[in-house]
């Protein structure tokens, strides 16, 4: 998987500030996703994968909170790797490891201690081209089920935002970051062709009040739309949904 040299993923573009304050101070969406995962999926003893692990904030949290026999982190930037190793590291983290890997390669081969009863992947999706490719490597991991966050809608339209930071002199496109929404109805189709049957679904809502410095800029802020509480970055509207398949 390329990543372009804008791309706020970009190495060179990476906000340090933003992946490591996530290790200390967990989002709320975080919490809710395991929560409706445990919910379903009763996570002690369990053994899980993070496609696109960042930094490891949602696996840190994940070990602190549940009694899961094994962890694992995917992500293709190393810097986030060598961070998520580091902190393993400094606070004794046990059955936790991480791996630079690109989670869109279907050529990867997993070795034979490689066993997840699932594979999650958090805010993710929607940065990408594509969800096609990474649910393929999900599948190819041999889980018994898939859990995401992600943007969606119920409509039978799929949206590619791609979102260019200005200079603000000139049009010239400084950073870019993608808000890809997808069709929950056709996600789920893709889903089920691989035998993930069993589906279960919750959208995000939170009650504390989201807050941004600039509304002109992008940031999660709260807002009321048609009489209830919605999140909106910049001119987005953001449906954040959780999405539990398994055979």
Request: charged share 30%; hydrophobic share 35%.
């Amino acid at each position: 998987m390329s990543v372009n040299s804008k791309s706020i993923y970009h190495t060179k573009n990476l906000d340090h500030d933003y992946f490591e304050k996530q290790i200390v101070h967990p989002y709320e969406s975080t919490k809710q996703f395991f929560k409706f995962l445990n919910k379903y999926k009763p996570l002690k003893n369990k053994k899980i994968i993070d496609l696109a692990c960042g930094s490891g904030a949602n696996l840190f949290y994940l070990k602190k909170n549940f009694d899961l026999k094994q962890c694992w982190g995917f992500d293709q930037n190393s810097y986030l790797i060598k961070t998520a190793k580091k902190f393993t590291k400094k606070k004794n983290i046990k059955s936790l490891s991480f791996k630079r890997q690109d989670i869109e390669d279907l050529n990867f081969r997993k070795n034979k201690d490689l066993r997840p009863d699932g594979v999650i992947s958090i805010q993710t999706l929607s940065i990408l081209n594509d969800y096609e490719k990474v649910i393929k490597f999900a599948k190819n991991l041999k889980p018994n089920f898939i859990c995401v966050n992600s943007l969606f809608w119920q409509g039978d339209i799929d949206f590619k935002i791609a979102v260019n930071f200005l200079k603000k002199n000139n049009r010239k496109t400084v950073k870019i970051n993608h808000y890809n929404i997808y069709s929950i109805k056709h996600y789920i189709k893709f889903l089920k062709k691989f035998g993930y049957k069993k589906i279960s679904i919750k959208k995000f809502k939170t009650k504390k009040k989201l807050q941004t410095k600039n509304k002109n800029l992008m940031g999660s802020y709260s807002i009321n739309l048609d009489g209830s509480s919605a999140i909106k970055s910049g001119p987005i509207i953001l449906d954040w949904y959780f999405v539990l398949a398994s055979k």
